[in-house]
């Protein structure tokens, strides 16, 4: 079983930026990689970006590229997604999501999500 507590979120204008926090507990030694999703009103669940717990390459989906930065901090067992320059069509919930059993690729935790609501 792996845990995962979010934090961060928040209101910003468009332009600024915010760090959300995804920290893993139970058995993190199992976690292969940490992925970040949002969902916005009326829309599917998309994926956002991720990073394997070991390091290496990261994922990032389009709309984000160049923006937000995944990174990982295994010392704290703790994930994080930099969001910078945003627009208001970042606005979603957004969750982080641990992959830890087989197969790989099924994320197997969810974090209880965090709002983002970016003003322009």
């Known amino acids: 079983q792996v845990q995962l507590i979010q934090s961060g979120g928040g209101l910003v204008q468009a332009g600024g930026s915010l760090r959300l926090s995804c920290a893993a507990s139970?058995?993190?030694?199992?976690?292969?990689?940490v992925g970040w999703f949002r969902q916005a009103p009326g829309k599917e669940r998309e994926f956002v970006a991720r990073?394997?717990?070991?390091?290496?390459?990261?994922n990032y989906a389009d709309s984000v590229k160049d923006r937000f930065t995944i990174s990982r901090d295994n010392a704290k067992n703790t994930a994080y997604l930099q969001m910078n320059s945003l627009k208001p069509e970042d606005t979603a919930v957004y969750y982080c999501a641990a992959d830890w059993k087989l197969p790989w690729g099924r994320y197997d935790s969810w974090g209880q999500g965090t709002q983002v609501t970016v003003s322009s």
């Open positions: 139970g058995r993190t030694a199992s976690v292969y990689a």
């Open positions: 990073i394997p717990w070991s390091g290496g390459i990261t």
